[in-house]
């Protein structure tokens, strides 16, 4: 006896569609941001995506990589942002009257780079993070201390603080 497949309303499906996961991984791909493709008429919530995500490892890993590539997306969308004035209009207000401004928007376009930047930086911290180096990393040598047995250490804190 076969059991029919009964579709509810605002119920996920239970398989992964191939043609939906190529279309997420294309958004994701171009530097946008997943909540914002399910914000979207007629697409799933981020939670149902993110159980096919653990559903299937094919589209897991296109996932990843998509996200890797949406990353570089957003690097260039911050040079690009660097190098492109915005013209914006501000007003000032004074005894003389109103002032309209026209100037570039310098604080409004640091405040879109430095986001971008320490969004990256969170999401994938190798590669667009401050490099932090310490002894006995990977690539470094192992922390080296040496200690000297002839130095006390109440006189060297006093030193320190300047009262010896």
């Excluded at 040079?79 to 928007?105: F, N, P, Y």
């Amino acid at each position: 006896m076969a059991e029919k497949s009964v579709k509810r309303k605002g119920r996920p499906p239970t398989e992964v569609p191939k043609d939906r996961t190529e279309e997420i991984c294309t958004w994701i791909a171009e530097g946008n941001t997943l909540r914002e493709w399910c914000r979207q008429p007629g697409n799933p919530s981020w939670v149902t995506v993110y159980n096919w995500l653990k559903k299937d490892s094919d589209f897991a890993s296109r996932f990843a990589y998509a996200r890797d590539l949406g990353a570089d997306a957003i690097a260039e969308e911050a040079l690009h942002i660097a190098d492109t004035q915005q013209v914006g209009v501000r007003t000032e207000e004074s005894a003389q009257g109103v002032k309209t401004v026209t100037e570039d928007m310098l604080g409004h376009r640091k405040l879109q780079i430095e986001t971008r930047l320490k969004l990256l930086a969170k999401w994938n911290p190798k590669k667009y993070g401050d490099k932090l180096a310490l002894g006995g990393a990977e690539d470094l040598p192992p922390i080296q201390s040496k200690t000297d047995a002839t130095v006390n250490p109440s006189e060297a804190y006093l030193s320190m603080l300047g009262k010896k």
